[in-house]
């Protein structure tokens, strides 16, 4: 019996993290409430940062030629659509693109490249490279694209970026000469980091969510429009990612480009374009998560086929 029971728990096992995701997502859809609890996103993904940061070394942190395509990609490729869509008269879905695609590295990508057994501090490094770079370009390209500047809301996004990774970065080294041990007790809080994870994404969906309820003048038409022109950004970053990335981090390449910030871009969009512009990278979340659902899928099945066959 046990022999019958066992691989299939091992063939059960990798649906976990997928379905929670989905699950996460669809029961935080549906609760509003929770959008009340955005101020929990920025502390939670500090803290999920940091226990990456607990488990790099950095000497490891090296710039690669990959970054660079991977920063020139984020920035050429959404200007150049805001501007062919602009010259087709399409101003609002122009703003709804760039504003998604120009959106920097997610800085739980890490964390998500730790669950699928990559290279960590290859992401991190985009992560930091992205963010920088993209927000640099942004204070010459938002007056572009939306005509309106406001230095002091530059300073308050430029404040924000420096606390998610500037605090987690300096915790983890203070952590690390003070503990020897830090490193592979961190290896154990990966349970612990994807329940933080779930947590985040269950806020990000109810306050998408709330969004969306607050403007119920839109059509179904054109969320649609907006739902399905941000997932095929979404293919584009990890498919192009991939392409862009270096043998062997080829996996980390792809999710340095395609999961994204969109904390920092939402933010932004609503500071300087129309709420609606903000739904871009509010839709965006659903799509890049459920491409992390699919990819932990498939690389937890593989785990459990190696077990059974061993």
């Known amino acids: 019996m046990n022999k019958i029971v066992s691989p299939l728990r091992a063939q059960l096992k990798p649906l976990i993290r997928p379905l929670t995701i989905v699950v996460t997502f669809s029961v935080g859809y549906f609760c509003t409430w929770a959008h009340e609890f955005t101020w929990l996103i920025r502390p939670l993904l500090i803290f999920m940062f940091y226990i990456i940061c607990l488990q790099i070394k950095l000497p490891e942190l090296k710039i690669r030629r990959s970054h660079l395509k991977i920063l020139l ?5 959404p200007t150049g659509l805001w501007g062919g869509l602009c010259l087709c008269g399409q101003p609002l879905i122009a703003q709804i693109v760039f504003f998604t695609a120009v959106t920097p590295t997610a800085n739980a990508a890490p964390v998500v490249m730790k669950f699928l057994g990559g290279k960590p501090s ?3 490094t985009s992560f930091v490279l992205t963010n920088i770079g993209v927000s640099l370009a942004l204070l010459f390209l938002l007056p572009l694209v939306t005509g309106r500047v406001s230095l002091p809301a530059f300073l308050d996004a430029g404040w924000n970026l420096g606390i998610i990774i500037v605090v987690p970065v300096t915790a983890a080294l203070i952590t690390r000469a003070l503990f020897k041990s830090a490193p592979q007790r961190a290896a ?9 994870w779930s947590v985040t994404l269950f806020i990000i969906a109810a306050s998408g969510s709330y969004s969306i309820a607050q403007h119920d003048e839109i059509s179904k038409n054109y969320l649609l429009l907006i739902g399905s022109t941000t997932a095929l950004i979404c293919v584009m970053n990890f498919v192009c990612g991939r392409w862009l990335g270096e043998p062997g981090l080829k996996r980390e390449a792809s999710q ?6 969109t904390a920092l871009t939402i933010f932004l969009a609503l500071q300087f374009s129309d709420p609606l512009v903000a739904l871009g990278p509010s839709f965006y979340v659903l799509w ?5 659902a699919v990819q932990m899928l498939i690389h937890d099945r593989r785990i459990a086929q190696a077990t059974i066959d061993k």
Do not use: D, E, M, R
């Not at 990609?73 to 490729?77: D, P, Q, R």
């Open 73 to 77: 990609f984020n920035i050429a490729i």
């Open 122 to 124: 290859y992401v991190v």
């Open 188 to 196: 154990k809080f990966g349970g612990f980091s994807f329940f933080l």
């Open 256 to 261: 340095s480009l395609g999961q994204k910030n």
């Open 288 to 292: 890049h998560n459920l491409w992390n």
